[in-house]
Each structure stands twice: as C-alpha cells, then as structure tokens.
C-alpha cells in the first residue's frame, strides 16, 4: 500500500495558477489510478481528476480545460496543474490512489467516486482570492 504527501497549494488570485503535487511512498506506485479531490467548507468532498495506469485521464466538468493531471512513475508523483483559477475552486485539496483491481471494467464512472480510493494525503489548502 502507498502513502501519500501533497505539496503545492497556497494563496493566489483568480486567474492565476498553482501545480500541486503528490508524492508517493511504497511499491507498484505504477499499477494505481492516482486521483485529486476536494472539499470545501461546508460541502462534500468531490472528485476532481483521475489518472489511471495506462495514462488516461478523467476530469470534473467545471475544470477540463482548465486543470490538468499528469504522473511521473519514475519519481513515484502524480502533478495537478491548475490554470485560471476562480473562487470556486478556493478548498482543501486530497491526492487519493486505488489499486487497480478496483477500476478493471467499471466504466469512468468509479474513477469519481471515493470508495475506489483506499489510500489519502492530509491534504492541501487551495485559497483563491477575487
């Protein structure tokens, strides 16, 4: 099992940018669906974006075009990059893994939900200001 340390968010005002980061420890970082959720306050937490093992990608609506995710197996990390940013995206931001056995002919829609995730970071803070 991996464990997971993000990296990257901040304070930064709307239209601008932030790349987060997630770091990964153990083995078979490879053979996960690495993911980004969020949480605001007072609201659930939800998915943001996915990366599976062969490299493909998924993505909540209000984001595509705007965020992008990206891994890097050799470095054990898995990137978000955020670009025009608003107040909306303004929460705490979790890095998530799931093992593979858990997305193999489920459809896109398991790579949204929480439970196809049994590994999370503590999270980082993302606050953009208007």
């Known amino acids: 099992q991996v464990q997971l340390v993000e990296s990257g968010g901040g304070l930064v005002q709307a239209g601008g940018s932030l790349r987060l980061s997630c770091a990964a420890s153990g083995r078979a970082f490879s053979s996960y669906v690495m993911g980004w959720f969020r949480q605001a306050p007072g609201k659930e937490r939800e998915f943001v974006s996915a990366?599976?093992?062969?490299?493909?990608?998924y993505y909540l609506d209000s984001v595509k075009g705007r965020f992008t995710i990206s891994r890097d197996n050799a470095k054990n990390s898995v990137y978000l990059q955020m670009n025009s940013l608003n107040a909306e995206d303004t929460a705490v931001y979790y890095c998530a893994a799931g093992p593979r056995i858990g997305f193999a002919g489920q459809g896109s829609y398991a790579y949204t939900i929480r439970g196809s995730y049994n590994t999370w970071g503590q999270g980082t803070q993302v606050t953009v200001s208007s």
């Open positions: 990366i599976n093992w062969s490299g493909s990608t």
